[in-house]
């Protein structure tokens, strides 16, 4: 990797960072810069469009990350329970670790901008609707019919984030893993 590229990935995967942690509204370039220790004139060099476009490009990584992890917690397993079980419990465990996790992938984004910055608010509503179509996805392989696996794709989505909150408030992955406990009921006439 080059300099140029390595300076927007440090620029980009502090912005993440600070996205997640303090939201969009609460991070400014300053201290973008100062965090990243990318040079003063980097971010609009990488990024012309200033703010709104790091955190665009933030949105983007964080919805392939989300993919990633997910398609490799839900592979391999012999039913629909066990590869979602597996998959929330998995999430629930970035709530008990030391260092704790920095916040929702982008949730906080999400929540912040949906009213003041379409953009925004569409990049956030695509990375949601790629994580429910995987999951839909996976549904289908299992045999669940695709009208049925769509809805069952949101609701899944929605117990995920509404659990990280849950487990960002409560200090651990407790309730993610009262969400997991449920996957069987939510899942079970389909198997």
């Given at each position: 990797m080059d300099k140029k590229e390595s300076t927007r990935?440090?620029?980009l995967g502090t912005a993440s960072r600070l996205f997640q942690c303090q939201g969009y509204h609460g991070t400014g370039l300053k201290q973008i810069i100062e965090e990243s220790g990318a040079p003063k004139g980097s971010i609009y060099y990488h990024f012309p469009d200033g703010k709104e476009e790091i955190a665009?490009?933030?949105?983007?990584?964080m919805k392939q990350h989300v993919l990633q992890a997910a398609r490799m917690d839900l592979n391999g397993k012999a039913t629909a329970v066990e590869a979602f079980g597996y998959h929330i419990e998995k999430v629930s465990f970035l709530f008990d670790s030391e260092q704790k996790t920095?916040?929702?992938p982008i949730g906080l984004i999400a929540s912040e901008t949906a009213e003041t910055n379409p953009k925004l608010r569409e990049a956030c509503n695509s990375a949601f609707a790629?994580?429910?179509s995987l999951y839909a996805e996976v549904l289908v392989g299992f045999g669940f019919n695709e009208n049925k696996a769509a809805d069952l794709g949101v609701t899944i989505n929605a117990l995920i984030e509404g659990g990280c909150i849950l487990s960002m408030t409560n200090g651990s992955g407790e309730p993610l893993r009262s969400i997991a406990k449920q996957i069987p009921f939510l899942l079970m006439n389909e198997e």
């Open positions: 990935n440090s620029i665009f490009e933030a949105i983007q990584l920095t916040g929702l790629n994580w429910q």
